[in-house]
Each structure stands twice: as structure tokens, then as C-alpha cells.
């Protein structure tokens, strides 16, 4: 498939100006924009996604913008992360300015906001509201599903739900998995805390601001993201270490039962399976079209090599962990019956 012309981003930066939704790539997952600033049009993507009311959104902006005119008591250090990640996959949560509304930001008091790098998102922004707009974006698919990272997964999710204006397409995300999000509202009190790991590590945010993100406690800001059970393709996921899967696959085999596996260790199999690097970076850009695709050939389970759990992949077994909430147990409970 060949990227959005630049009549179809005018197009659709005319749409989302109207108050209409547009999907759009961005380097990690495929967005579901609407104008920020207009609060009928935020609420169209609750209604399409079929996400609960209270869950916040993410602002996208384009290179440059003035983030103080979304945010206030901005501190040096998430400045200092905006100058070092942005335009790319790290959403800051911020104070939310006054004039910011409720719908984006689910009531809290806060905002959180991203530059991405993809061409045709910075040119989407950069075309909306001579890029001083902000573009309310989740991920475009429905509540719960695994993220869309091509135009078709967006197709595959909406059909041609007419509340779609455009759906832009720019080829496969290349990060794969959902932005880095950083908590940097309660600095004072909380330090930075990492709300969502991502393509952007811990380890490359305390490089730049000289203290380690914490990991969330209580009183952190929600993220859906961080539903236990989230990104879960239709047939329940199962996470396995390498060494139990021949024998697993060969036992439900033996019961009739259809699994797939996706993995990165060279196995060789008459199951259907995908094949991921064995390094993150690679991995994360195939895993969620991996779910998909073994969910469209309409398997029973999918089994998923369990990877390393070194902090290179936290991002990855972060997502892989929520797929595969609920299934415990589903393995034997096949084998059984
Ligand atoms: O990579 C991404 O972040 C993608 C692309 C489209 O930019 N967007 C994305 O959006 O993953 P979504 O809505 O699927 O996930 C955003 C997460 C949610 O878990 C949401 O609760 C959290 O960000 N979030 C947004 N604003 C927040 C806020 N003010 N406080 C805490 N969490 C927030
Ligand atoms: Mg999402």
C-alpha cells in the first residue's frame, strides 16, 4: 500500500476541522482522531470505540507546538523530554490547562500529550488547524482489541462505519506497540512514574532527565492501557516457556484441539504459526499483526512463546501479559475436556 497523497491529508484535516473522525498511522499504533477542542467530536470516538466515558485520551500535536498551550506548571525535565524524544513514541502526562475540556482528559487534571513521528501524522497535524490544533486520539480499534498497526487492521475493526470520515494510510507503524507513557503531573511529590512501558526505556529517560521512572502505585492517574485484560485478540492467549511447547502443541493435537503458536525460536510446525525476531524492537513491530492474523484463521488458542525478561522487553511482555489475562488455566482446561 502506498502512504496518504497529500490531497487525502487535506481532506482529512478538513474532516477532523468539522468535527468529524479520522483514523490516521502513527509510528506506534493506528489512531482514531477527532478535534481536541471540540468536545461532541471527542465524544464520537467514546461512541465508535465503545470505550467507557472516563477513560482519557491522548493529544497529538505537531512538531513545535507550544505545550504550554495545552498544559501548565510544565517542569524543566519534561521539557527537557520533549527536546530529546519528540517528534516519537513518548506521551507525557502534564497539568491540563483550564481551557482544555473534560472529555479529553476524563475528568482528571491532567493531559497527556504526544508528538508523533510518522510523516503522514505530522502532516495531518501540521494541516489541522495550521498546526496549532491538537488531535484526541486512542488507538483505532474497538475497547479491549489488539491495536491496529496497518490501515486494513483499521478496515478489519470499523468495516465502513460511516462515523469514520477517512481512514489515512501510511503503511505498517514501525515502533509496532503503543507509546512510552510517563506520569510527570505529581514530579514534586511522586517523581516521574511510568505508566505504559514502550519503545522508549526506563533506562533513556533517566538518561535524559537523571532519575529513574518509578513504577505506578495507588494514586496514579488511570490509563485503559493498563486494564489487566486489554489487547486481547477473539481466542485466548497462553504464554509458554520454550521448553513446553512441543510437547504442549503435540498434546492438543493429540485432543483434536486447533492451536497456533507465535514465537521467535526456530521451531518447525504444521500448526499455524508466526515467526517473530528474536530481538524487541523486531518483535514488537510484528506482534500485534502475529494476534491478529492467527485470530483470523479462526484457531481455538494462541499460544505465545513466552520472551526474555530483561528490561529490553518489558514493553512487549507488558502487552503480552494483558492479552493473555483471564486465559489461566486454559490449557488444561483443553486438554481435559
Ligand atoms: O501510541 C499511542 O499512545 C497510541 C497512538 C495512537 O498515539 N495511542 C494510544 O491511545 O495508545 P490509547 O487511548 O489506546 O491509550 C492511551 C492511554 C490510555 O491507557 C489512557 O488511559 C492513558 O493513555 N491516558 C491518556 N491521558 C491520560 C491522563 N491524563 N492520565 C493518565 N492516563 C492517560
Ligand atoms: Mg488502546
Redesign the pocket.
Known sequence: MTDAASSDIAGAAAALAKGDLVAFP?E????LGADAENPAAVAKIYAAKGRPQD????V?VAPGADIDYWTTEVPDAARALVRAFWPG?L?L?LKRNAHIPDAV??G?D???I?C?SHPVAMQLLQAFKDGKGGVA???ANKFGNV?PTTSQHVHDEFGDDPRLAAILDGGSSQVGI??T?L?MSRLATHGPVL??PGHITAQQIADVIGTMPRQPDQAA??????LESHYAPKAPVALLPTGDIEKTLAELKLRGRCAALIHYSPFVLSQPNVALPAEPKGYAYGVYAALRAMDQQQVELILVEAPPSDDAWLGVNDRLRRAAFGSTGIIERFLKS
Open positions: 502513527t506506534t499504533v493506528y489512531g477513560h482519557p485520551v491522548i497529538h513514541p506521551t502526562i482528559s476524563g482528571q491532567t493531559v497527556g504526544r508523533p486520539a486512542p488507538s491495536s503503543e507509546s507513557i506520569d505508566l505504559r492517574p488511570r490509563a485503559s492501557g493498563t
